[in-house]
Nanobody, 115 residues
Framework: QVQLVESGGGLVQPGGSLRLSCASSRSIFSFDAMAWYRQAPGKQRQLVASISLNDVTNYADSVKGRFTISRDNAKNTVYLQMNSLKPEDTAVYYC?????????WGQGTQVTVSS
């Protein structure tokens, strides 16, 4: 059983920064890719950023230039550095991993951007 544990969420003012972490109970080399999704109240869950085994990254248009996804293979951890945060970034952020067609999700961490 794979466990993904997110941390780093919280309340931040517009223009501020946060770094989310996703620690995996299994080596992240075992996953095809890892990603961050977010879900705002009343909206569908959407992809924010993804990173492949060979470090190819992909971002939603709304976060390009502000967010950076990275991985530390030694720590089995994936990060999401979020800069220049906006109120519309407010959501629950989920870590995702996929292996042999099986999807794994973390429990989510709340990010609130408000003055």
């Amino acid at each position: 059983q794979v466990q993904l544990v997110e941390s780093g969420g919280g309340l931040v003012q517009p223009g501020g920064s946060l770094r989310l972490s996703c620690a995996s109970s299994r080596s992240i080399f075992s996953f095809d890719a890892m990603a961050w999704y977010r879900q705002a109240p009343g909206k569908q869950r959407q992809l924010v950023a993804s990173i492949s085994l060979n470090d190819v990254t992909n971002y939603a248009d709304s976060v390009k230039g502000r967010f950076t996804i990275s991985r530390d293979n030694a720590k089995n951890t994936v990060y999401l550095q979020m800069n220049s945060l906006k109120p519309e970034d407010t959501a629950v952020y989920y870590c995702h991993a996929k292996n042999y067609g099986v999807n794994y999700w973390g429990q989510g961490t709340q990010v609130t951007v408000s003055s």
